[in-house]
């Protein structure tokens, strides 16, 4: 591996952790602890899923390796998802991107 290799997965992995927490402070409603964690859960569900089983299904990767880089993104999005729920909270929250108009 070159240093190179691993800034750049530095920065992918800085960026993975950038992206939920500014998705949650978009999201409305979603108040409390344990509901950002949820939501922050989920994002890792999708990023874990997202192309690891189609890679299974189309290309045949291993079920075994499919479910062990499964685990290993949800874990990482685990320890994203404590530090971002516990730093984003409403008070933090970026101002809604649309605003209604009153009729």
């Known amino acids: 591996m070159s240093a190179g290799q691993l800034l ?9 952790a950038a992206l939920p927490a ?22 890792g569900v999708l990023a874990a899923i997202t192309t690891n089983v189609e890679y299974w299904n189309w290309y045949g990767f291993p079920g ?9 993104k949800i874990i990482g999005f685990l320890v994203v998802e404590l530090v971002v729920a516990a730093l984003v909270r409403k008070s933090w929250a970026m101002p809604a991107l649309v605003t209604t108009r009153a009729a």
């Not at 500014?22 to 994002?43: D, M, Y």
Request: aromatic share 10%; charged share 10%; no cysteine.
């Open 8 to 16: 750049t997965e530095l920065g992918l992995n800085i960026v993975q």
């Open 64 to 72: 075994n390796y499919t479910v062990a880089y499964i685990a290993d």
């Open 22 to 43: 500014i998705l949650l402070s978009l999201a409305t409603g979603v108040t409390g602890f344990a509901a950002r964690i949820g939501f922050v859960t989920l994002v």
